[in-house]
């Protein structure tokens, strides 16, 4: 799509959600908060975008990040706060702690083209949902002035289906990270006991929208809708649902992204206070094997102490695994 319809779009997205300014119901929580007038909802952010940082990421899954030594990595900005906040979140320095500064949204333009000058595969936007308006004007103004990576909305996936219309012909690659099934799973981890009532039919949204996995000559993803998923300790049975509801509500082609890469912080429920093992993860993938998902990333070697994978917001560089051989984004 070219730059002038891409804008288009984005105005159409800000007319239509604008009174969310004043009104905040971007997520199903409905606050209902005046964001405009400093009022904070449950993702304590007002109506500026809070940014943690603006890097290159090299642990996404390569068809994002690229493949070293000619992966350039993804554009990812990490935003301030969060609608749905895991007690075992591994961003939990951003999503709940509120690091970050808040930016004017010519900052975030200039910050977004600054990806792009810097060689960035696309634009990841990590948990955008709660930042939707500032992300929107701008990506209006840096598209005006040359931005053209693709767009890559990487999100919690709870989010308002209707909310997700609104961004067809933005978003280039979806990117929803399912999280649970079971309503009590959900509600005692995430205080969302609806996660998946709104889950659900926000990537069926996202997938209307993004069907085909589009690669380009060097593999890297032009287009499309990737799941995500962390598998959680002790809870293989939930895992289990949602792949048998994904094999059923999609074709084969859906990528899937199954991440082993759990590891206990913040404040887990005691249940989760422990890493995943090998075989549970084993036990899982062994299933979406099954399933036949035809375009499979996996994280089977990510396992033991010296793999431990939770980025520090407050160093410089929050990855450590940044330029290994073989990234922990996942493989094929």
């Not at 333009?109 to 500032?134: E, F, K, T, W």
């Not at 399933?291 to 917001?313: K, R, T, V, W």
């Amino acid at each position: 799509m070219d730059a002038a319809k891409s804008i288009a779009r984005i105005e159409r997205a800000l007319d239509a959600l604008g009174p969310h300014a004043s009104s905040c119901r971007l997520c199903p929580r409905d606050c209902g908060v005046d964001r405009r007038a400093g009022e904070l909802g449950y993702c304590r952010s007002p109506d500026r975008a809070g940014v943690a940082r603006a890097l290159l990421h090299f642990g996404e899954e390569p068809v994002l990040s690229g493949v070293p030594p000619r992966g350039r990595g993804s554009g990812t900005v990490f935003f301030t706060g969060c609608s749905l906040k895991c007690l075992f979140c591994q961003n939990h320095q951003i999503s709940w702690s509120g690091r970050g500064r808040f930016l004017e949204d010519e900052e975030l333009a200039a910050a977004m083209l600054d990806l792009q000058d810097r060689g960035a595969h696309n634009l990841n936007l990590v948990s955008p949902s709660h930042l939707l308006l500032p992300i929107l004007r701008a990506l209006k103004t840096a598209k005006k002035r040359g931005l053209r990576v693709p767009i890559v909305y990487n999100s919690h996936a709870y989010e308002k289906a209707e909310v997700v219309e609104r961004l067809a012909g933005i978003v280039d690659i979806y990117l929803p990270d399912l999280k649970y099934k079971e309503a009590s799973l959900a509600g005692r981890c995430s205080g969302a006991e609806d996660y998946f009532a709104r889950a659900g039919p926000a990537i069926e949204e996202m997938f209307i929208q993004q069907p085909d996995l589009v690669l380009d000559v060097d593999g890297l993803a032009r287009r499309g809708t990737i799941v995500r998923h962390l598998v959680l300790p002790g809870q293989a049975s939930d895992s289990l649902a949602l792949l048998d509801w994904l094999a059923r509500t999609f074709p084969p082609s859906l990528p899937l992204s199954l991440m082993s890469q759990y590891r206990p912080c913040f404040r887990p429920p005691p249940d989760l206070d422990r890493p995943l093992s090998p075989e549970e993860y084993a036990a899982v993938l062994s299933r979406a094997q099954s399933l036949g998902f035809e375009h499979l990333f996996a994280q089977p070697e990510l396992f033991g102490p010296g793999d431990h994978l939770n980025p520090d917001f407050d160093l410089e560089d929050p990855f450590p695994w940044k330029g290994r051989k073989d990234p922990p984004g996942g493989q094929r």
